[in-house]
């Protein structure tokens, strides 16, 4: 993982819009920037956008106008054999897990690393560890049919982080785990983002975000988006 | 080979694909065998017909009439070798006696008996050197005028169609070729093609995660060489017991007219090789399909 000074924007967009075909825009003018080391809720209600700002953000779609920055490269100018580098910078935990059924949890998790061409005694050293990090060391060969929800959701979030990634993408991580997980793995992505990992952790979960209230928000609604800094520390909840 | 042992990140082996490819890819190199040998034995036939005819020209001398007609086309026949002798570029010159000639006749004619008092064309049998370029229209006009009933033919004549024919069936035999790899391209495309619908969601996480192009386009192509590769064998085995039998039939029909009938050992090399070049075949064409597709992704 390249090491950036904190604060450095990470990513940026500037008047970024989206439609899909010939449709209506689903974003509108969005421009924001993420500082390096930041971490940030991205809030809205269901259909305001949430996942298609991810899916531009981890380079799934290309915005129809508007400037996307990643890492210092603006993406409109940059050739499609060099997106799967910036893209291993990336780590992103789907809505809907995306876990391949056919492989097992470890071989899933060692997905990023096999395809940057990782030695095997390496992926065979490093991703039983990062399971029994996330409390999966006796589901090291089981199938993703054979886990529970909360079990596949660390498995997707071992996939995000293992290869340490500058930006890490959560799309309604905690939308299918009992509230003990769901705090469990916002810790988790507290202690990465203490690593240096900028987080962007998309949810419509509103307890949750009291529960971190002294997070920044970024808040799209309609297709646009605002950015809420943290409130006063009374509202705050326990 | 290291490309059957290369893990993949897809489960390729359950598609429908891989399950029909195989048969169909033996069935092309069984087909192409049969081909491919067609056109190597035809080319043989042509080269043999080729040498053998390229040395020789053949003078026919007709039957006197008259009271002293077996002396008479004798003096012909002595006449005409004097004639071809001094033309430049003839080895040697010598003339079929009658025995010679109803044998000949034997195969079409039947017993000899009947045709033993028949006035029968002589034959003179001319070797030239086949280096030499003799004006053979300028020789048969020389002979033609020189002896009665002369007649020079150089065989190329009736052979040169018989020729072109071959050439025609050996072109068409490459053609079936041709079109046998396009088919099984067809094929290895549309089968590729589904195995990426099929496999959309995994093919996309891959992308996602940063895997190049080649990465996955590579596992696809893996999975067409070993599919093509075993159903080549297949398609081998079935054609050389296919070939053999074909071959013990014409060694049946060959007779004075057919040389023989053989597969040169450059035709069993290009059949062998075939279960490699469809297997080559099909690995490149699924790669580039991945290729194609994956370059409309982001």
Known sequence: MRQRPRGENIIRFDNVGLRYGLGPEVLQD?????????????????????????????????????????????????????????????GVVFQDFRLLDHLTALDNVALPLRVRGVKESEIRKHVPELLSWVGLADQLGAKPSTLSGGQKQRVAIARAVIGRPDLLLADEPTGNVDDHIAMRLMYLFEELNKLGTTIVVATHNELLVQRFAHLPRLH??????????????????? | MNLFRRRSDLPLAGDATSRFLPWLVALMVFLAAIAVAGAFVINNVIDRWDHDVSGTLTVQILPAGGAQAEAAT????????????????????KALDKKRTLALLEPWLGGTDVLQDMPLPRLIDVAVDPAARIDLAEVAERLSQAVPGASLDDHRVWLSRLIN?????????????????????????????TGMAVHHGIVEVLHLIGAHDDYIARQFADRAFAMGFSGGLMGLG?????????????????????????????????????PLLAAALAMLTARLTVHGTLSRMP
Request: hydrophobic residues 45%; charged residues 20%; aromatic residues 6%.
């Open chain 1, 30 to 90: 969005v421009s924001f920037a993420l500082p390096s080391g930041s971490f940030h809720f991205l809030t809205g209600p269901s259909g305001a956008g949430k996942s298609s700002l991810l899916r531009l953000m981890y380079l799934g779609l290309r915005p129809t106008r508007g400037r996307v920055i990643l890492f210092d490269r603006d993406i409109a100018n940059t050739k499609r054999y060099e997106l799967p580098a910036l893209r291993r910078r990336i």
């Open chain 1, 220 to 238: 799209i609604e309609h297709g646009t988006i605002s950015k809420r800094v943290r409130p006063p520390p009374e509202e705050v909840v326990e």
């Open chain 2, 74 to 93: 004798d003096d012909r026949v002595r006449l005409a070798i004097d004639v071809m002798r001094k033309v430049p570029g003839v080895q040697s010159v």
């Open chain 2, 165 to 193: 024919l071959s050439r025609t069936i050996q072109w068409l035999a490459i053609l079936v070729v041709a079109l046998i790899g396009a088919v099984t391209a067809a094929t290895v495309v549309y089968g590729t093609r």
């Open chain 2, 238 to 274: 079935l054609a050389l017991p296919a070939l053999t039998l074909i071959g013990w039939a014409a060694r049946r029909l060959e007779g004075g007219f057919l040389p023989s009938l053989s597969l040169p050992l450059l035709g069993y090399v290009a059949i062998g090789l075939l």
